[in-house]
């Protein structure tokens, strides 16, 4: 008898699992065993998502572009979906903004620990011949000078982390670059290093459009038998992406396990004290994200798309929503987001091979409103206020860090020391979130992948390519027997 329960159903039961396991395993001492025999199929999960997804998005893209047939839609198609990326992205960091403002987390922790924050800060900002931004300084304050002593030891050790002086030296060398680098990073020199490294992604999708617009261009009965080839190909690599969602569940358990199991170890309480102390960042961070998946997507979506109802939209792409929570990467989600649009929203495979490949690699919503929400509770927590221009700031510098995010877990945090540096505050601060950074980063790539579903129904809408139907059963895109 066929199995009726919903693959989004089974994978959470799976995380449900994997959690409780884990807790469990901190309880009685086993987490030792849990990281070194259940773990490893959480990474050979994503190994294999990873694995399919750079081929899909060249051979999806190349498909895409040159199934066109005219150069000028696809232009007119490129310039919509970069200008509600854009927009979706803004609007993400002004929610940020609004509710760090409203809300004020860092300036709720215990007022001892925020004058010892602004000292530190304060040490730091003398050592870098900064001045301190709101013209305060505790430092002349002889009731704090013998305090200011002792802190000075603590910040000589601050950097010394070596996770974070690793993630200050990479923000660094993209600092040091020219204006135009970004645009120079975009074309690459040798095709086949690209595809064997992820972090490259843009350069994969400069290359698929380039092979595919010269499709266009060349006479039908040449370019027709290499359509036929890469259409063949993409075919392979989306039955690859059935196989493996077929296993998801168990790898979804096993991911959540080694995830918890790495935060807690042996000492239940450490998972809990981890999010006491910086609950309120948390809080307003995940109240954003929220609002960005439930509120912010489905009301763009409607006003543009009348007949997609707000539970069918989420019916629909609930796979690739949970699939996204576990994985916490935008990147290997993307087969499974590709057929949740095609399959589920009736997105025609023009528009999602092109806009949904892009998506994943500029849209990081999720990451901009983070970014945003981290950068004012750490100067919050260091007492002090951020100018409305240096937010202004904040918001030109995560939007254009936000496109130069990798799709890959926690690459936000890299981006996010560019963002401190534009303000000119303490980059070795992010080691203060860093606890709660692996838990958000999974809800944060739920909004991207929402997002880039959004849109991708957005344009396939405007350009009368969207076939949905409404009592399509998303759990058949991954049924091996239909």
Request: glycine residues 6%.
């Amino acid at each position: 008898m066929k199995n009726k329960l919903a693959l989004h159903w089974k994978i959470l039961i799976g995380m449900s699992l994997g959690i409780i396991w884990a807790l469990l395993s901190s309880w009685l001492g086993w987490s030792t065993f849990t990281l070194n025999w259940i773990n490893p199929f959480g990474t050979i999960f994503i190994n294999l998502l990873k694995l399919i997804a750079v081929p899909l998005v060249l051979f999806s893209i190349i498909g895409g572009v040159a199934n066109i047939g005219d150069p000028a839609s696809l232009g007119r198609m490129g310039g919509k979906t970069l200008l509600i990326y854009l927009v979706t992205t803004l609007m993400a960091i002004s929610l940020g903004l609004l509710l760090v403002n409203a809300i004020k987390p860092g300036r709720l922790m215990d007022e001892q620990s925020r004058i010892d924050n602004r000292i530190r800060y304060e040490i730091w900002a003398a050592s870098e011949g900064h001045e301190a931004k709101d013209g305060i300084n505790y430092l002349k304050d002889p009731a704090f000078v013998e305090r200011a002593q002792e802190i000075t030891e603590l910040s000589k050790s601050e950097l010394k982390e070596t996770t974070v002086s690793d993630k200050i030296e990479t923000a660094n060398k993209q600092t040091q670059v020219s204006p135009l680098q970004p645009l120079v990073d975009i074309v690459p020199d040798n095709f086949f290093f690209s595809l064997s490294n992820n972090g490259l992604m843009l350069q994969i999708i400069f290359f698929a459009i380039f092979f595919g617009v010269c499709l266009l261009f060349i006479p039908n009965q040449k370019s027709q038998p290499v359509l036929i080839l890469v259409d063949g190909i993409n075919e392979v690599f989306l039955k690859m992406v059935d196989l493996v969602m077929q296993a998801a569940p168990f790898f979804v358990f096993a991911l959540l396990a080694g995830v918890v199991s790495k935060m807690a170890g042996n000492d239940i309480g450490k998972v809990l004290e981890i999010f006491k102390g910086l609950s309120w960042y948390s809080l307003t961070v995940l109240i954003g994200l929220l609002l960005m998946i439930f509120v912010v997507y489905p009301s763009i979506l409607k006003s543009f798309v009348k007949k997609i109802s707000y539970l069918g939209f989420f019916k629909a792409m609930s796979p690739a929503q949970t699939l996204a929570f576990s994985t916490s990467s935008s990147a290997a989600t993307l087969p499974v987001t590709m057929e949740c649009v095609e399959q589920n929203l009736g997105v025609d495979k023009k528009i999602s091979s092109f806009v949904l490949p892009i998506g994943a690699t500029v849209n990081m919503d999720g990451t901009s409103l983070y970014q945003a929400v981290a950068v004012v509770f750490l100067a919050q927590m260091h007492m002090i206020d951020l100018t409305v221009g240096q937010q202004i700031t904040v918001v030109i510098t995560t939007t254009l860090a936000s496109i130069g995010s990798a799709a890959v877990p926690s690459a936000g945090l890299v981006m996010l020391i560019v963002v401190l540096n534009s303000v000119g505050l303490n980059p070795a601060w992010i080691a203060i979130i860093f606890p709660v950074d692996r838990i958000l980063d999974m809800f944060r790539t739920v909004v991207n992948v929402t997002g880039d579903a959004a849109v991708c129904t957005i344009i396939a809408n405007g350009e009368n390519l969207l076939d949905y139907n409404e009592e399509k059963n998303p759990t058949e895109t991954f049924d091996l027997d239909s």
